[in-house]
């Protein structure tokens, strides 16, 4: 088992000269910090990065996918990931992407509160972490952070099904559109989706490290200007997730923008505001006009991974074509056929049911 420190929350701790939370603890001394570990796991570790997550990018993106693809064929049984959780989930939808057909799990784990706080995740998580990549069946790229907000069991969330919800909450993390792939405690893991790839004996992975840094996200507001999307373009972008609004649509004074874009050979990509649902462009006009002028509906990919997915299909090819194929191809669910019942579930506080239902948890 292999345990790569890339920094984050869950290698650092508390200043109190500052009050700020610094880097502090290599991946060595966080598994010395943990006792239990050993008991799961024969475990080696290695620092990677020593950076918050919002500092990750492609660089460090193709830097892990190499190394990761080095480890399992050396014969790692097991890969977990220390990592910040900010764009934990961009780095998940990345290795998604970037390592594929893996015989073993690739788990990344993070902390909401420092490894030096009372209430700090770090030590459950990563004991989580240690029996899904050491004893589980599930070879894919997983997030596992804490479930429920008290101590009983992690999720195991798909790579590109995952985002974080919550700024401070130590069960931040949700799968959206669908359930998480398992939960998992010290000593145990409970299956919910059993279309999962399982652990294999050999050594043979897909290694697949590219990315276009000439990708960006653009939020639709309302009364957002043509010259936004036409600046993107001139700045030699060649690819644009869209973040639009209800099924998706953005106004039509963005029209000539889009039209000049897809002449120039920018692709350009629709998701959604919402986070769940899919993109329909067919109902409304607007949605049908966009159509016409080249923007492709992205399904039900979370704006964050089609991003992600867009740098990494044009650091493949730059020929709209290919680049379509490759975004509207599902490789690990980024794309669904559908929403099962449930995969939404957004309960509003105050409501008597609701209420009800919390006080059976929340003593």
Request: some cysteine; charged content about 20%; aromatic content about 10%.
């Amino acid at each position: 088992m292999k345990l790569f420190g890339t920094g984050g929350t869950i290698a650092s701790r508390l200043d109190y000269r500052t009050g700020a939370v610094i880097p502090a603890f290599s991946p060595g001394e966080l598994y010395g910090a943990v006792p239990e570990l050993a008991d799961i796991c024969n475990l080696t570790t290695e620092k990677l990065f020593a950076v918050f997550s919002e500092n990750m990018g492609p660089e460090q993106y193709i830097a892990l996918a190499k190394v990761i693809g080095k480890e399992i064929r050396n014969g790692i049984d097991g890969i977990i990931i220390g990592h910040g959780t900010d764009t934990l989930h961009h780095t998940a939808a990345v290795l998604s992407f970037m390592v594929q057909n893996q015989p073993v799990p690739i788990i990344l784990v993070g902390s909401q509160r420092s490894s030096d706080r009372p209430s700090s995740d770090a030590a459950l998580n990563l004991i989580h972490a240690a029996y899904a990549a050491g004893h589980g069946d599930i070879a894919e790229t997983l997030v596992c952070m804490f479930g429920p907000t008290s101590d009983d069991y992690g999720f195991l969330h798909r790579g590109t099904r995952v985002r974080k919800m919550h700024s401070s909450y130590r069960s931040t993390f949700r799968t959206i559109g669908d359930t998480p792939v398992a939960t998992v405690t010290g000593n145990n893991i409970k299956i919910i989706k059993d279309d999962y790839k399982p652990r294999r004996r050999d050594r043979n992975v897909t290694i697949l490290p590219y990315f276009s840094e000439k990708v960006t996200m653009l939020y639709y507001y309302p009364n957002m200007k043509a010259e936004i999307l036409d600046s993107l373009v001139d700045m030699g972008y060649k690819g644009v997730v869209i973040v639009g609004t209800g099924l998706g649509h953005v106004n039509k004074e963005l029209y000539p923008a889009i039209e000049r874009a897809t002449a120039k050979g920018v692709v350009l990509y629709m998701t959604l505001q919402t986070i769940w649902g899919y993109v329909h462009m067919f109902v409304y006009d607007t949605g049908r006009d966009m159509l016409a002028k080249g923007v492709i509906p992205a399904g039900n990919m979370l704006p964050e991974v089609a991003f992600i997915k867009l740098g990494w299909a044009l650091g493949q090819t730059e020929d709209p074509e290919e680049v379509k194929k490759i975004m509207l191809t599902p490789i690990m669910d980024e794309i669904t056929e559908r929403e099962p019942y449930n995969g939404y579930l957004v309960y509003q506080g105050g409501v008597p049911e609701v209420e009800d239902f919390i006080r059976k948890f929340r003593k």
